[in-house]
């Protein structure tokens, strides 16, 4: 059995979390009698994100709350010697990555030489070492971690890649059957989804917008409403149902549930209106359409990957400088 080691401790998001996937399923394909664990945050790696990862068997968790944690996090990691450890530097270079990697035991350890103007001083703990331009050549997330694969030989094409759907279980694909019969009842009708929150204030194209976006779209195609939002999405959320209810417009709500029941209820939408956060990638490696709007510069990197549906760039770097025209003729497309 091929032992495979991932060390991603400074990661925490869906979005990125999903980007990684096609590079888990490139190692299997090759090493198919393989275990891969991965070194994770202590946030992020439930239950859940395992099921959202088929390819992942084990997870350490990475903290260094106290002395005590830390030690116990090295004894853990030690304990092992793997046969291959990658360090997939996407974004930035996390000295901890390569610090972790330099401490565990593996026969074979890879990571990143340069990412653009980058370089990695701790280059020198690695056996393969590529360096790579992807703001130049304007490589997605989804690639670059693949790039971490295919420099040990796992390759995987873009359309493989691309074709990836969540793998949904008979349980989810009842939960999201109830949920549109109790509030979808009429098959006919098509079911639109928005959501309106965002990780990052960057990525809020704002309330007003989403309510005029969500009448004109309403107006013209009386669809079902479905609006989605996270546990930090309170204050947009409140502000969007105030602006409904003041319109008219009837409307559901998806909030707080499990991540594999989230995708299932999304896989069935005929469109899903987002900005650049983890549920729209959740929505589009679920099979949805989706419409992801970005500000100047960010779609190249983070656009919806796997159902790619629409993209809407801001020509600044205000995602709110997206019109509402913008997005209504973008979204009747697929509709």
Known sequence: MTEILIIRPQSNQLGDTICTLPMYKALKNKYKNSRITLVGCPTNYDVELKELNPFLDEVIVYSKESFGALFNFIKIL????????????????????????ALAEGRFKTGVKRMDEEKNFLGFILDVKPEYDWKRDKVHQVERFLDSARAVGCQMSTEEAKSMRISLSAEDKIFADEFFTENFPDKDRKVIGFHPGAGQSANLWGAEKYAELIERIDRTYKPYNLISAGAIDKKIMNNLESLLKEKGIGYKTMQGLPVMKAAAVLSRLNLFVSGNTGIMHLASYSGAKTLGLFFSGDAYEWHQYYEEGGVIESRTENVSDITVEEAY??????I
């Open 78 to 101: 030690r304990k092992k010697k793997y046969d291959l450890v990658i360090v997939p530097s996407s974004i930035r270079m996390s000295v901890t990555s390569y610090v972790i990697a």
């Open 329 to 334: 003729r973008k979204a009747v497309k697929f």
